[in-house]
């Protein structure tokens, strides 16, 4: 291969990428876009948490009644924009000082999402890191989709290999299951033997929410209808956040582990954007623009609209993929994508950077 016959040459290839980066970064810092936005997360902050409690009051308020189905529906969606609320203060972006951030996410993910910080924090980072990178990015390990040929062939069962292969047309309705797998993940992280920052906080925090909720439910509603109200509840939240993270990386290209790449590749070429209207922008939290956010993780949720247009145009300058489609179309390139990995079959999306490597 020609990087490690001339080491010379990766040198400067590593001296050059570098350098890239290093001017983005500028232009984007000389457009005012990593500056703090408090007006408009302060906004946030007070509204999302007053949105809710307002929903609680109308739900107790209405009582004992089917119609409290759609309270669930609106509390879904509240909690999955107050989640995004949380993403962004884990990523530094709403504060300069990072206690106070840490404390937002707590706050916002403990008490109000029943989600635990510390264990979401410990899992982003690590995605953040290696976006797509097999053995080391766990948001690519999942318990139930097979993002990887590899996890596919390691199916047993003839069921669990049919299910695999079929597993696109399973996708939607997985994903009525993820707010239960986050409340799960939490908990089991809080009480497990490994280091969690907080403990205390978070365990308290975590049984007000999951425990009082739960409660309140059942205090108001006869039992099935409390049983049926949760349900609908888990169900839009987990279908919201999983609709708006999988477009993200799902049926991008994957890279084996033993592939070093620039960290301007390595976050753009493995990303994809969702571009649509404001309201689009306003549905995802922002998560539509995961190129511009991996690039620039702390930067605020507003600036990366039009960060968008610089990092695009410095990408096609340099002859670095750029991905960004419709939301529609990115959701059957992923359903796509990982029918063709129940299948077995290798690469189904080959990075062009593992494939210019092993052409040569």
């Known amino acids: 291969m020609a990087d490690t016959a001339n080491p010379s040459t990766a040198h400067h290839r590593s001296i050059d990428a570098v350098s890239s980066f290093t001017a983005l970064t500028e232009q984007v810092r000389a457009a005012g876009l990593l500056r703090r936005r408090y007006g408009y997360y302060w906004s946030k902050l007070i509204g999302l948490p007053l949105a809710i409690l307002g929903l609680l ?49 707590l706050i916002i993910g403990d008490l109000f999402i029943g989600m635990s910080y510390g264990w979401w924090r410990h899992k ?53 299951l993820e707010g239960v797998s986050l409340h799960a993940s939490s908990v089991r992280r809080v009480l497990s033997r490994d280091h969690v920052e907080r403990r205390s906080w978070e365990i308290a925090l975590l049984a007000i929410r999951l425990g009082g909720f739960a409660a309140l439910a059942f205090v108001v509603l006869s039992p099935l209808t409390a049983a049926v109200f949760l349900v609908v509840e888990l169900a839009v939240f987990g279908v919201y956040m999983g609709s708006s993270f999988a477009p993200n990386h799902k049926g991008m290209p994957m890279v084996p582990a033993s592939l070093k790449l620039d960290f301007l590749r390595r976050q753009t070429e493995m990303s994809r954007n969702i571009h649509g209207s404001r309201l689009l922008d306003v549905a995802m939290g922002g998560l539509n623009y995961q190129i511009e956010h991996h690039l620039f993780p702390s930067m605020p949720r507003p ?52 494939a210019q490597r092993r052409a040569i």
């Open 303 to 354: 600036h990366l609209r039009r960060a968008a247009v610089i990092v695009r145009a410095h990408c096609e300058a340099h002859g670095i993929r750029y991905t960004s489609t419709g939301l529609l179309a990115s959701y059957a390139i992923v359903i796509r994508y990982i029918n063709r990995v129940g299948l077995g079959e290798r690469d189904p999306f080959d990075c062009p950077l593992v």
């Open 124 to 176: 982003h980072a690590r995605h953040h890191a290696n976006p797509n990178k097999e053995g080391t990015d766990p948001d690519i390990d999942l318990p139930i989709i097979a993002v990887t040929p590899d996890r596919a062939r390691a199916a047993r069962s003839p069921l669990t290999r049919w299910a695999m292969s079929h597993q696109g047309a399973f996708f939607f309705p997985i994903l009525t």
């Open 57 to 105: 009051a109308v739900f107790v308020w209405v009582g004992d009644t089917w119609w409290q189905l759609f309270t669930a529906v609106g509390l879904g969606i509240l909690f999955a924009q107050v989640a995004f609320l949380g993403h962004d203060a884990a990523h530094r972006q709403i504060f300069v000082s990072g206690r106070a951030n840490d404390w937002a996410s």
